[in-house]
């Protein structure tokens, strides 16, 4: 197993179920404050969420490795490690779902929830990867990540009524580092499809989309709840890829459903 030359940065709120969220490309964990504000309750005592910035991403450093969604599942059970969690409900959007499914597969016996939101189990089309190598040789090329801006990235991730929350991905997006950017387009074309490991995996499990996702839509999600033992299959009315961020009561609501299974 790879280490980080440091560990990844945290965002931590609250006492009760371990609950990690893993964020969407190309943002950080500043993506989760609604999650993170809201999730444990005015208690606490619901859950105890954490949300780290993974590989080259917000304030952790990239490493020297090659790209890997197995090493930022592997950073991820480094983290349980170092919070003392030995079972944790693990919840990714977009490219945090990819790696959540990527922990599932390597280590399954830490899962005890499963929360996959506007994602997908299965691979790239050739299209996509090709897509992707050209985005990381481009923003390499250029020492920028401009080129997401310019091709109004925002767009494709959030739903028709979600237009005001348009600047304020833009900023989490140019935040993002040329270097992260390339290293995950490419990690992420080279991600296996997981949709056989999914009847595998018995513990509760949640699946999340918005009803306007044009990125990983509805019948991707449908893929992942017909596969697993125990899941529930929420749309989100209105929201496109970004659910947590675009509808967050609704986000909200449906992971605390999840939490309740859990606990039972």
């Known amino acids: 197993m790879n280490r980080l030359p440091t560990a990844p940065a945290v965002r931590e709120s609250g006492t009760g179920t371990p609950l990690v969220l893993l964020h969407a490309f190309p943002l ?14 005015l208690t606490g005592d619901e859950a105890r969420v954490l949300a780290p910035d993974q590989r080259g991403f917000g304030r952790t450093g990239l ?3 090659q790209p890997s969604l197995d090493l930022v599942a592997d950073d991820v ?21 990819y790696v959540a499914l990527a922990f599932a597969r390597r280590h399954p016996g830490r899962l005890a929830g499963l929360l996959l939101a506007d994602t997908k ?23 920028s990540v401009r080129l997401l ?29 040329p270097q992260a950017v390339a290293w995950a387009q490419r990690a992420m074309a080279a991600r296996p499809d997981t949709l056989d490991v999914l009847p595998g995996l018995d ?10 996702d044009t990125v990983t839509p509805l019948a991707e999600a449908r893929l992942m709840a017909d596969a697993l033992p125990d899941a ?7 929201a496109g890829h970004l659910s947590a961020i675009e509808a967050p009561e609704a986000f909200n609501a449906a992971v605390r459903a999840l939490l309740a299974r859990v606990a039972r």
């Open 28 to 41: 950080g964990a500043s993506m989760w404050s609604a999650q993170l504000d809201a999730l444990p309750g």
């Open 63 to 65: 490493g020297t490795d």
């Open 77 to 97: 059970a480094l983290l349980l490690d170092a919070a003392g969690i030995e079972r944790a409900v693990l919840g990714g959007l977009s490219m945090g779902g």
């Open 121 to 143: 189990a299965t691979a790239d089309t050739d299209t996509a990867r090709a897509n992707r190598e050209r985005i990381a040789a481009a923003v390499l090329a250029r020492d």
């Open 149 to 177: 801006a310019e091709e109004r990235m925002e767009d494709s991730l959030l739903g028709p009524a979600s237009g005001h929350l348009a600047e304020r991905v833009r900023g989490m997006i140019a935040e993002a580092s």
């Open 203 to 212: 513990v509760p499990a949640a699946v999340l989309v918005g009803a306007a």
């Open 232 to 238: 529930e299959l929420t749309v989100i009315p209105g």
